[in-house]
């Protein structure tokens, strides 16, 4: 099992930036990469950012390609999502995962409970 906390979400204005924060725990070993999806209210759940367990492969979704950077603190077993240059279509619900390295939410067994970027206009 894989225990997943997110932290750092919150209120910004379109243009801020914002750092969110995913604490793994348990028996991350096992965790292939881990992975940021986001929600927004009336939509589905859809990719954002992935990287490799050691950090050395990371892939973006087209959308915040450029603006949003996904890193890696081993020791910590910490994954981050730096994010720049924040619209308010970024706004939604931002869930880490841990098993995959994938675009598909399926393919992850593993799922923190999200942590709420709202970006106002």
């Known amino acids: 099992q894989v225990q997943l906390v997110e932290s750092g979400g919150g209120l910004v204005q379109a243009g801020a930036s914002l750092r969110i924060s995913c604490a793994a725990s348990?028996?991350?070993?096992?965790?292939?990469?881990m992975g940021w999806f986001r929600q927004a209210p009336g939509k589905e759940r859809e990719f954002v950012a992935v990287i490799w367990w050691s950090g050395s492969r990371t892939y973006y979704a087209d959308s915040v390609k450029g603006r949003f950077t996904i890193s890696m603190d081993n020791p910590k077993n910490t994954v981050y999502l730096q994010m720049n240059s924040l619209k308010p279509e970024d706004t939604a619900v931002y869930y880490c995962?841990?098993?995959?390295?994938?675009?598909?939410?399926?393919?992850?067994?593993?799922w923190g409970q999200g942590t709420q970027v709202t970006v106002s206009s």
């Open positions: 995962a841990a098993g995959s390295y994938s675009t598909n939410a399926a393919q992850y067994a593993y």
């Open positions: 348990g028996r991350t070993a096992s965790s292939t990469g």
